[in-house]
Structure formats: structure tokens, C-alpha cells
């Protein structure tokens, strides 16, 4: 990566382009050519500026309709570092992490924020690229009555929010195997379900299948009060068939709480939660943590570099993308924050009006295609010269 210091992409559009050329600069690559900033109200902001953390509203609106009325949904996305040094004990870790993500919560209990998503893995470090049980499979908890859940349950009732809490999983009625999994809790406080993370990366340091496997959920749409939601957890995004599926299950919006680097994915990040929200006519929520990770013993990555203790930088960037192929601004590139999006999910409708994706998309075409391409003799459709 380049040694230049990029705070964010915008900052750098923001300050090098002039305002006349910047509109038609963002209209080409966000979609749209005003920001449609959301007004973040003062108290929201207040606790961002006390505990130091970015706070960024915006908004998607969609035509109005003679007979159905606006479904104005408000989401948060919130993209932050770990808090202590990685050779804390776990409990300080967890809680020290806790505590931060309380205060964000807050704030977008503040800003009327509804659903709320919190990143990949967001109680520990990402210690998967070390290859250690120990002490890293401590952080595995009970997905339906872990205590994350169970404190993150009292402020889903408190804030009448949904909140979307990725952990590591301990399934404690299957041999205590563990699974990357992705809670849902209800704006009532009730746990409504979980979903597995479907792909499972083996690429450098993200050598994520020492501690699981590829999950067993399948693509679960969770209809809240708030919408029909749905997660699609990391390196998911980089399957278009794992986006189709949620859609075809009915998903309004897919959450995808990432964690990744810069020198590995970062030229992917804005272009595939983009893609799919335009080819499945829903709403797409891209959500990377921030920071550098330093664990206690040197390990390789692989590649033929030396041994090294730091994994990094997460490059944060998290935004939001509407079925119509516009794109919110990101959040900053290293800093703890949270992204607060108005949607009116019944854009997803009349994109698919439009466009009518979903009624040309031949879905027993690529069935028997797809099957074909599992069989044992399979062989390409290629024709060639004779």
C-alpha cells in the first residue's frame, strides 16, 4: 500500500475537485450527484464528539406511489477498532469492546436509528490469522444465550431497535464445534434467529477454516418490524449466487459485516455490495472494521515475507448501496464510526419495475445449467472449428 496517508476517498475528492466538476464526478461514481446528507440530530452527534467517533448521516428516497406509502427505515452501520492490546485477558478485551460499541449504540438510539449492524467478529480481534486455538477460541459464545447477546438484547428493548451482532459462535449441542455466525435480536429484546457464514476464506492471512467450516443456515430472511433483513457475512460478498439467494428468499436489505485489508480486497470493496444490490433490487450495507491488530507471537503468511505479530490495517470505508446503483459516501478509511442511512425500501419494488431483473432473470435456465456443471462427466459448452 501507498505510504500516502488516505483518510477517505471523498476527503480526497472533497478537496482537489471543484465543485461544479465534484457533482458530476459523484454522479458518475456514486450514482447520484448531491450526497443527500441526512441531518444528524444534536444529541447523536454530542456522543460521537464526547467519545470520539464519526457519525454520518445520509438518505435514499424513492417515488412516491397513489397507493402504498413510504416505508422509511433508518440503519446503522458502525465500523470500529479493538480497545485493548490483544495480551489482555479475554473478559477485559470483550468488555473494554463492549463499552464501545454501548456509547455508538447510544448515539444511534439518538439519530432514530432502527436496525443496526455492527461489524464481522466485533467482540475480539481478528485472531484467525494466527492459526492459535489459545486463547483466541475463549471468545466463543452461545449464539441464543451468550452474554453478548443477552447484553445486547436489553438495549434492543431499551432503543426499539434490531440489532445485528456477528460473533464467534459455540454450539454447545454439537460438540462445542464453533461457526461464524451473525445473531439477529428484535426491537423487542427477543433473539429471533442466527445465520452462518456460507464461504469460508483460505486466502493469506485470512486462514479462517482452522476454527470453522462453511455454514449450515442457508440464506435466511429475518422479517423484523422493520423490514425483511438478511446477512451475508464477509467473504460471502465475493459469491454473486450467495447475494441471488437472498434475494430470492425476499431480502430488502443484506448486511454484510466484514473485516478485511487493505493490500488484499480494497479495490473490490466498493464495487461488489454495489453490484449485487443492483442485480438482486435491494439495499446492500458494506461494513469493514478499522485499525491495526498486533497478537503475541510472530506468524507467517504464506507469501515468503518474514514472520510478523501485526495484521493490517482494516480499512474501514463502510457504506451503504441502493438497489438503483447509487451509493452513500463512505465512512473514513481508520477511524471508529457509524454510517446512519434513511431508506425507503419501496425503492426495491420499483427498481424491479424498471429494470425487471428479477421477471427476465430465467432462474430454470441456470438450474440446469448449474446442475449439469456438478456432474462427474461434465464438460464445458465450447464450440469450437472444425
Known sequence: MSGFNLTSLEECLDKYIPNEELKEVKRILYGRDDDNVLQIPEPAKAIADQ????????????????????????????????????????????????EKIRKILKAAAAANVNIVCMQEAWTMPF???????????????????????????????????????????????????????????????????????????????????????????????????????????????????????????????????????????????????????????YFTVAINRVGNEEFPNEYTSGDGQKAHKVFGPFYGSTYVAAPNGARTPGLSRDKDGILITELDLNLCRQVKDFWSFRMTQRLPLYVESLQKATELNFQPQIIREK
Open 51 to 98: 467519545n470520539g467517533f464519526e457519525i454520518k448521516g445520509f438518505r435514499f428516497a424513492a417515488q412516491p406511489e397513489q397507493i402504498r406509502k413510504p416505508r422509511l427505515v433508518r440503519i446503522g452501520a458502525i465500523q470500529n477498532s479493538i480497545e485493548l492490546p490483544t495480551t489482555e485477558p479475554i473478559e477485559k478485551q470483550r468488555e473494554a469492546i463492549w
Open 127 to 281: 485472531a484467525f490469522c494466527t492459526r492459535e486455538k489459545f486463547p483466541w477460541c475463549e471468545f466463543a459464545e452461545e449464539a441464543e444465550n451468550g452474554p453478548t447477546t443477552k447484553m445486547l438484547q436489553e438495549l434492543a428493548k431499551a432503543y426499539n431497535m434490531v440489532i445485528i451482532s456477528s460473533i464467534l459462535e459455540r454450539d454447545t449441542a454439537h460438540g462445542d464445534t464453533i461457526w461464524n455466525t451473525a445473531v439477529v435480536i428484535s426491537n423487542s429484546g427477543r433473539y429471533i434467529g442466527k445465520h452462518r457464514k456460507n464461504h469460508i476464506p483460505r486466502v493469506g492471512d485470512f486462514n479462517e477454516s482452522t476454527y470453522y467450516h462453511e455454514g449450515n443456515t442457508g440464506h435466511p430472511v429475518f422479517e423484523t418490524a422493520f423490514g425483511k433483513i438478511a446477512i451475508n457475512i464477509c467473504y460471502g460478498r465475493h459469491h454473486p449466487q450467495n447475494w441471488m439467494m437472498f434475494g430470492i428468499n425476499g431480502a430488502e436489505i443484506v448486511f454484510n459485516p466484514s473485516a478485511t485489508v487493505g493490500a488484499l480486497s480494497e479495490p473490490l470493496w466498493g464495487i461488489e455490495a454495489r453490484n449485487a444490490a443492483i442485480a438482486n433490487s
